[in-house]
């Protein structure tokens, strides 16, 4: 069918079924150096969401190559466990599954104060739609689940309500961006309880810079995310520990915002979002994939950084979205 005569390679055609078999025969052949599959390629996928270009985070993780295997599916769920989402935000709205607020016991998880909205358009803002920004996860839906006040203040009380209302509710992913300094049996129960049912739960390690990791990332149902910048290194305020599992971009991120508008932040309430939107894309891909093969990928594809191996302040390394996902799809199998 073909051949490049400086490279002494040539394409053969074979009857379909047997390309395998051709593939094995003529490996066993001295006259032949190697054999091997011709595969296909694509253009690696860059969204025409007009502030793409202000997002370093996508790029970082090799998002845009992964989403030429997988943009997510819609039936993957991210609960985002904050001050609530902006339910009318053009970038969002198309997306998001009934939520709650407990912060005021009422139906609608309304954001009053901006947090929740910038970490909900991380993991899964509309892409691809002329608008906006991108999520690391095109398809994923988004459940706001309000537990923080317009001050972004809240109690144990109100996160645990409000991971066991996600989990309860068919949230695949709880995405924690939120902590605090003292334990609390409650939370730790509701963690494991989240945990057990089978729901990945991703939280911010904590923005003071020292070397405690806040809750619930402290527990060890949850992955603790550290904050990494532009240039790959660990975030001065991102705390670090024993706990901390993986890195991902938290620094000067552009996102959506409140009142329909978008803007930058910096903190590991940033990266984890980054975690939740891989995990979700993985999720896509992977056949019926427990919570803890999830984690495991996502674990073992990190690009290593810092000291080599697992280290305290970048866990097993910052998130690679595209490792993640090959290593997350099946083989592929020939007729």
């Known amino acids: 069918m073909g051949e490049i005569a400086d490279l002494r390679v040539h394409k053969v055609a074979v009857p379909e079924g047997q390309e395998q078999a051709m593939v094995d025969l003529l490996t066993q052949d001295p006259r032949v150096e190697y ?74 998880p309304q954001d009053d104060h901006g947090h929740g909205t910038h970490v909900a358009g991380i993991a899964a803002a509309e892409t691809n739609n002329g608008i906006g920004v991108a999520g690391i996860s095109w398809q994923a839906r988004i459940m706001p689940v309000k537990v923080l006040d317009e001050n972004g203040d809240g109690s144990y009380w109100d996160v645990t309500q409000g991971v066991d209302y996600a989990c309860n509710h068919g949230a695949q992913i709880i995405n924690l961006s939120l902590g605090g300094s003292t334990p609390s049996d409650t939370l730790e129960d509701a963690m494991e309880q989240a945990y057990a049912d089978g729901c990945l739960i991703v939280a911010a390690a904590g923005n003071g810079g020292g070397d405690f990791v806040d809750y619930p ?35 000067n991120i552009y996102s959506t915002l409140w009142n329909d508008k978008y803007g930058w932040k910096s903190g590991t309430s940033m990266a984890a979002p980054h975690v939740a939107g891989q995990a979700a894309l993985i999720w896509s891909v992977c056949p019926d994939p427990t919570h803890e093969e999830v984690r495991s990928i996502i674990d073992s594809t990190a690009d290593d950084r810092g000291a080599s191996g697992w280290d305290p302040y970048y866990g097993y390394g910052r998130i690679n979205a595209v490792a993640a996902v090959q290593a997350a799809t099946p083989a592929l199998t020939l007729p």
């Open 217 to 251: 990332a402290r527990f060890p149902e949850v992955m603790a995310v550290a904050a990494t910048d532009e240039s790959d290194n660990r975030a001065g305020f991102s705390d670090y520990g024993p706990e901390v599992e993986v890195a991902a971009p938290g620094v």
């Open 35 to 108: 054999a091997e599959l011709d595969h296909l390629v694509h253009a690696t996928i860059i969204p025409n969401d007009p502030s793409y270009d202000l997002q370093w985070g996508p790029s970082k993780i090799k998002a845009p190559a992964a989403w030429d295997v997988t943009k997510g599916s819609s039936a993957i769920i991210i609960a985002i466990v904050d001050t609530g989402v902006d339910l009318d935000h053009r970038d969002l709205n198309d997306k998001i599954v009934p939520g709650w607020d407990f912060a005021n016991d009422d139906p609608t």
